[in-house]
């Protein structure tokens, strides 16, 4: 699952566009992913969408980085299995995933592609 690009409001995963934000997991691209109170993040966004068994969640918080991700959603994220959790702009949480990607890491990413 590589990002191959990424700019404001698209990004291209193994060669198909999306244009809405996604979550991408070790099975596939979960596409037109969003949050009930859309630019902050909430553990139920994630709930039944990744499995909280991994190494590494990277969130996205956009092109600005506008989405806000509160401290108690990474703690509950702790809690819930996932050993590591990055929050940065989209564009630099695009790049460590594919580095994390290409080391081998279980690594999964959610993505909010504007703001």
């Keep these: 699952m590589m990002i191959e690009k990424y700019s404001f409001g698209r990004i291209i995963i193994n060669g ?14 979960l596409p037109n992913w969003w949050r009930k109170k859309g630019h902050r993040l ?7 969408r990744i499995n909280f068994d991994l190494d590494v969640l990277i969130i996205g918080t956009g092109y600005y980085g506008i989405m806000k991700v509160p401290n108690e959603v990474i703690e509950e994220l702790k809690k819930r299995g ?4 990055i929050v940065k702009k989209t564009k630099e949480a695009c790049e460590i995933f594919n580095e994390l990607l290409n080391k081998g890491v279980k690594v999964v990413a959610a993505l909010h592609l504007t703001c």
């Design 16 to 29: 198909k566009e999306y244009r809405k934000d996604v979550i991408i997991t070790t099975e596939g691209v």
């Design 42 to 48: 909430s553990i139920e966004d994630l709930e039944g």
């Design 82 to 85: 996932v050993k590591e959790v």
